[in-house]
């Protein structure tokens, strides 16, 4: 196999990650309404963790990105 | 990729370290925007407009952020988390304004470069060691050892803790640029599919563009979104380490 096509499938293979953090952002929110709806009024003084919940499964998967463009745009 | 170069507007980029860039102007057009937005709410009038509901609205919305994070104590760095919010609220929003319209011109997303957010993100730790040796003395080692924890893990907790806490600016520069980088890429690559669907021949280019343009909308929409709460992160998460340094646990 050569550079060219590895590198293409490496980057493939990384955007896997993006996929999987879309998983964590949907069980964080989802897991908030359920916490919501069983309390609505406790929910709005947890609007600042689900934030924080959020920024955390979304990094990684922002990271998968970063990693996915360093490998398909490495020399 | 040619938006997120950076070109010099006056003075060369090569050896020349004060090079006026398009970055630089976007930034001045950020602050005139940002300075505009607040001068037209800050009449004080006793029964307020709509533009001042809309500056108090902000206002208040991050003083309430920083007073339940950090307590009474939080007002004396309310200035930076709220130059931190606005300043990336405003830069997200410019770069996804669409004045490609008007021939010639571009819009720069200012948070886009890793070295503007690394920067402020550079700030925003800088201030939390300051505070915290400030307030704490070595004491604010103990940051790092969580109450509890058993002799044993004692060095193991330490070196994680130490570990996650020196990563913390590159984690809060690195979301706010990749996810801008992220956003625009997204948009730019299904507006070229519009530009060579629009060109192929045949019944399925038009389909394909038509498709996209779709797509595009929503996708926009999803970004503003996005801009707003990649400012509200950044915000949230600089008063939750100010918190650290302040109150220690």
Same mark, same amino acid.
């Given at each position: 196999?050569?550079?060219a096509?590895a590198?293409?499938?490496?980057?493939?293979?990384?955007?896997?990650?993006?996929?999987?953090a879309?998983?964590?952002?949907?069980?964080?929110?989802? &897991?908030?309404?359920?916490?919501?709806?069983?309390?609505?009024?406790?929910?709005? &003084?947890?609007?600042?963790?689900?934030?924080?919940?959020?920024?955390?499964?979304?990094?990684?998967?922002?990271?998968?990105?970063?990693?996915?463009?360093?490998?398909?745009?490495?020399? | 990729?040619?938006?997120?170069?950076?070109?010099?507007?006056?003075?060369?980029?090569?050896?020349?370290?004060?090079?006026?860039?398009?970055?630089?102007?976007?930034?001045?057009?950020? @602050?005139?925007?940002?300075?505009?937005?607040?001068?037209?709410?800050?009449?004080?009038?006793?029964?307020? /407009?709509?533009?001042?509901?809309?500056?108090?609205?902000?206002?208040?919305?991050?003083?309430?952020?920083?007073?339940?994070?950090?307590?009474?104590?939080?007002?004396?760095?309310?200035?930076?988390v709220?130059?931190?919010?606005?300043?990336? @609220?405003?830069?997200?929003?410019? /770069?996804?304004?669409?004045?490609?319209?008007?021939?010639?011109?571009?819009?720069?997303?200012?948070?886009?470069?890793?070295?503007?957010?690394?920067?402020?993100?550079?700030?925003?730790?800088?201030?939390?060691?300051?505070?915290?040796?400030?307030?704490?003395?070595?004491?604010?080692?103990?940051?790092?050892?969580?109450?509890?924890?058993?002799?044993?893990?004692?060095?193991?907790?330490?070196?994680?803790?130490? @570990?996650?806490?020196?990563?913390r600016?590159?984690?809060?520069?690195?979301?706010?640029?990749?996810?801008?980088?992220?956003?625009?890429?997204l948009?730019?690559?299904?507006?070229?599919?519009?530009?060579?669907?629009?060109?192929?021949?045949?019944?399925?280019?038009?389909?394909?563009? @038509?498709?996209?343009?779709?797509?595009?909308? /929503?996708?926009?929409?999803?970004?503003?979104?996005?801009?707003?709460?990649?400012?509200?992160?950044?915000a949230?998460?600089?008063?939750?380490?100010?918190?650290?340094?302040?109150?220690?646990?």
């Amino acid at each position: 196999m050569d550079f060219a096509s590895a590198q293409v499938i490496g980057a493939g293979l990384a955007a896997i990650g993006v996929g999987a953090a879309a998983a964590g952002v949907g069980t964080v929110f989802g &897991s908030f309404l359920q916490g919501a709806l069983r309390n609505p009024a406790a929910a709005d &003084s947890q609007q600042g963790r689900l934030f924080i919940g959020f920024a955390a499964a979304e990094l990684l998967g922002l990271i998968a990105f970063a990693v996915a463009m360093i490998i398909l745009y490495a020399r | 990729m040619h938006q997120f170069q950076i070109d010099s507007l006056a003075g060369s980029l090569s050896g020349n370290p004060f090079a006026f860039t398009n970055s630089a102007l976007w930034m001045m057009i950020v @602050l005139a925007a940002i300075w505009l937005f607040m001068i037209g709410g800050m009449k004080r009038e006793l029964v307020p /407009g709509r533009w001042q509901v809309a500056v108090e609205g902000i206002t208040s919305f991050v003083t309430s952020m920083v007073d339940t994070s950090i307590g009474p104590e939080g007002r004396k760095y309310l200035p930076w988390v709220f130059t931190i919010f606005i300043f990336i @609220l405003f830069a997200n929003l410019m /770069g996804m304004m669409p004045f490609g319209v008007v021939p010639g011109v571009h819009p720069f997303t200012v948070t886009s470069q890793f070295t503007i957010t690394g920067v402020m993100a550079i700030i925003s730790f800088s201030i939390v060691l300051i505070v915290g040796f400030w307030r704490h003395g070595f004491r604010f080692f103990s940051l790092f050892i969580p109450h509890g924890t058993p002799m044993v893990l004692l060095p193991l907790i330490f070196v994680i803790e130490l @570990l996650s806490f020196l990563v913390r600016p590159f984690s809060l520069a690195l979301r706010l640029f990749v996810a801008m980088i992220a956003g625009h890429i997204l948009v730019k690559v299904f507006g070229s599919f519009v530009v060579s669907g629009l060109t192929a021949e045949g019944l399925m280019g038009p389909t394909v563009a @038509l498709l996209s343009f779709v797509f595009i909308a /929503g996708v926009s929409a999803l970004e503003l979104l996005v801009c707003a709460i990649q400012a509200y992160v950044f915000a949230l998460l600089t008063t939750l380490y100010i918190n650290d340094a302040v109150n220690l646990h």
